[in-house]
Antibody, heavy 123, light 109 residues
C-alpha cells in the first residue's frame, strides 16, 4: 500500500534553513506529482508547493516563493523541501501528499498523505 | 485566485443525525472540487473528488454534490468516528495554486 514518511522537522532559528524529506513506498513514485501542504498550529491547511512526476515543473505559494525549493530523486523514491530564510510564520506541520491526477489534468486530488513533520521557527 | 468559503464554521450534531456542509467558490471550478476529513493529530484523508465521487474505502454515508460555485458534503447519519474537521479543495491553473477552504468542524452536541 502507499506509504509516505516525512522527516527532517525540528526547531530552527529565524533566518536559518532546514530540509525536509518524504520517503515514498508502495507505488511507482516516478509516475506521480507530489505536493507539500502545511498546517500551522490550530489552523487550516495551506498548500505550499508541487513538483511534476519528473521534476520538470514546480510551483509555489506566494508565501514561500523565493525561499523554499521542492525537488525529488526518483531513483531514491524521495521528495524534498529545502526551506531557507525561515520565518516564525513558517511554523507548521508539513505534509507530503501524492497527486492522483496527471499534471495536464484540470485539477489535483491529494489521495495519500504522510503523517507530517513539525517545523518550529523560534529564537 | 479562487477563494473557497466553508460554512458553517462549526456544526454541533448528535450521532445518527444528518450533517450538511457547504463550500462556496468565488468563481466557477466546474466539478473539480475535493473534500477531506481530518481528525486531531492525524493527516487529512481524501473523502470525495470531482464533487461527487467517493474515494476508495469511503463509506456510502458520505456523499458530495454541486457544481460551479456551490458544493455540499452530506453525511447521512453521523457515526462517532465522523466527528472531525472537513476541508474542501480546488486547483487553479493560472497561476497554478491549490486552495483549501477554512474548514468545518463537526462536533458532538
Amino acid at each position: 500500500q502507499v506509504h509516505l514518511v516525512e522527516s527532517g522537522g525540528g526547531v530552527v532559528q529565524p533566518g536559518r534553513s532546514l530540509r525536509l524529506s518524504c520517503a515514498a513506498s508502495g507505488f511507482t513514485f516516478s509516475s506521480y506529482g507530489m505536493h507539500w501542504v502545511r498546517q500551522a498550529p490550530g489552523k487550516g491547511l495551506e498548500w505550499v508547493t508541487v513538483t511534476w512526476y519528473d521534476g520538470s515543473n514546480t510551483y509555489y505559494a506566494d508565501s514561500v516563493k523565493g525561499r523554499f525549493t521542492i525537488s525529488r530523486d526518483n531513483s531514491k523514491n524521495t521528495l524534498y523541501l529545502q526551506m531557507n530564510s525561515l520565518r516564525a510564520e513558517d511554523t507548521a506541520v508539513y505534509y507530503c501528499a501524492r497527486d492522483l491526477r496527471p499534471p495536464y489534468s484540470s485539477t489535483s486530488i491529494l489521495d495519500n498523505w504522510g503523517q507530517g513533520t513539525l517545523v518550529t521557527v523560534s529564537s | 485566485e479562487i477563494v473557497l468559503t466553508q460554512s458553517p464554521a462549526t456544526l454541533s450534531l448528535s450521532p445518527g443525525e444528518r450533517a450538511t456542509l457547504s463550500c462556496r467558490a468565488s468563481q466557477s471550478v466546474s466539478s473539480y472540487l475535493a473534500w477531506y476529513q481530518q481528525k486531531p493529530g492525524q493527516a487529512p484523508r481524501l473523502l470525495i473528488y470531482d464533487a461527487s465521487n467517493r474515494a476508495t474505502g469511503i463509506p456510502a454515508r458520505f456523499s458530495g454534490s454541486g457544481s460551479k460555485t456551490d458544493f455540499t458534503l452530506t453525511i447521512s447519519s453521523l457515526e462517532p468516528e465522523d466527528f472531525a474537521v472537513y476541508y474542501c479543495q480546488q486547483r487553479s491553473n493560472w497561476p497554478f495554486a491549490l486552495t483549501f477552504g477554512g474548514g468545518t468542524k463537526v462536533e458532538i452536541k
